[in-house]
């Protein structure tokens, strides 16, 4: 080689290689967004199943427990003991509503002993045969998040004596100003049990000072259960109520479907008989759902097994207790992210279950409810199956 050889690449030979370059580089690059795009969905997904897991076992949990302290009637008083529970406070959106109904429409009052479940059809996604997705009410005097709410006591006498349950911590045993409501377990074959202790038709609860040092009156043998129910606000309603609904608020994640909602759970405040929530103070649960449908599994027949399936709820507090054995829940939701590389490969989900005959809840039509780019997505049914251990059978 010489020394003063001052030959160098000719353009020609540049462009080839440049070419090259490039090509190798936008390889490079759409296999990155590939990969990044594979991991971002995946990271979602994950996301959203842990999402789903811990929401949904709020909601899992309420079911489980409905009914749990629930009068199934009430002390004989002049006039007859009434109660408030929801009212009508005009902020949930009317359009929300089929046939103007609201909160209120899942009301016992004033004189029925609450119903422990019961639902119905909302306006969000509603189909040709005007289904929605439902909205389900959850009544017992745990259906809360304050303090009060989880905590229970009895009190028993015998021979002369009144004995009070004392756990021995602060977060079991109720506080003195603690709100409770009395039941007395009356085991008698010819009269109704678990009657709610009253002194007036609005007197149907007082702190837990008062009645934890009163006499009640009693036979020897008789037994009392005292439970929680607010801190420190008087009672509208003797027990507690949460409820369940699908809603698309104002502000949705920009990573959901259209036209899908957030599942929220609210409470009915004690004191008011509004509803916390609507839904800038309820709880979301959960992100992107498309829809919600509840099932009943019923003992129609007295056998001790299930023989009915059906999404109408039961009329009274009676049947819910001699009939029903379990609720049911599927939860259509979104899963990941906008992927335009993938399609769902239907245009519709069955939110529910045949039963070996016609579909209880609905089969939803992607397509007509979410718009077209529905396919995008990966679309999952929870399915959400419990046997409620407080009904009383």
């Known amino acids: 080689m010489l020394v003063n050889d001052r030959r160098g690449f000719t353009l020609t030979e540049l462009i080839v290689v440049m070419a090259i370059f490039l090509v190798v580089m936008m390889i490079t690059a759409e296999t990155f967004k590939t990969v990044a795009n594979q991991s971002s969905q995946q990271s979602k997904s994950v996301e959203t199943q842990i999402e789903g897991i811990v929401g949904l076992e709020v909601l899992r949990a309420d079911i489980e427990q409905a009914g749990f302290g629930l009068p199934w009637a009430f002390q004989a008083t002049t006039p007859a003991v009434a109660y408030t529970e929801s009212v009508a406070d005009g902020t949930s959106p009317a359009s929300f509503w089929p046939s103007g109904s609201s909160p209120s429409s899942f009301n016992d009052t004033p004189n029925n002993p609450p119903r422990a479940v019961v639902s119905s059809d909302t306006t969000f996604n509603k189909d040709g045969a005007n289904v929605g997705s439902k909205y389900l009410v959850i009544k017992s005097t745990v259906a809360a998040t304050n303090d009060a709410a989880r905590k229970w006591t009895s009190v028993a006498y015998a021979d002369g004596t009144k004995t009070l349950r004392t756990w021995g911590t602060p977060d079991r045993d109720l506080a003195p100003t603690d709100m409770v409501i009395v039941v007395k377990n009356k085991l008698s074959t010819t009269q109704a049990t678990r009657e ?160 070996g005959g016609t579909i209880q809840g609905r089969t939803f039509n992607l397509k007509h409810r979410l718009g077209p780019t529905y396919n995008n997505y990966r679309w999952k049914v929870y399915t959400i199956v419990v046997r409620p251990k407080n009904l009383g059978q």
């Open 196 to 355: 709610l202790r009253a002194t007036s038709s609005t007197t149907y609860s007082t702190t837990f000072d008062h009645y934890s040092t009163l006499t009640l009156p009693h036979l020897d043998g008789d037994t009392f259960e005292i439970y929680g129910i607010n801190t420190g606000t008087s009672l509208v309603m003797p027990f507690n109520r949460a409820d369940y609904y699908v809603m698309r608020p104002a502000k949705m994640p920009t990573t959901c479907a259209e036209n899908t909602g957030i599942l929220y759970k609210s409470t009915i405040i004690q004191g008011t008989g509004s509803s916390a929530g609507w839904p800038t103070l309820g709880t979301p649960l959960l992100d992107c759902v498309a829809d919600m449908q509840v099932v009943y599994g019923l003992d129609t027949s007295g056998a001790g097994i299930v023989n009915s399936h059906t999404t109408v709820p039961l009329a009274t507090a009676d049947l819910v207790r001699s009939q029903l054995r379990e609720i049911r829940v599927y939860i259509l939701a979104q899963e990941g992210l906008s992927d335009r590389l993938y399609s769902y490969p239907s245009e519709t989900v069955d939110v529910g279950e045949s039963f």
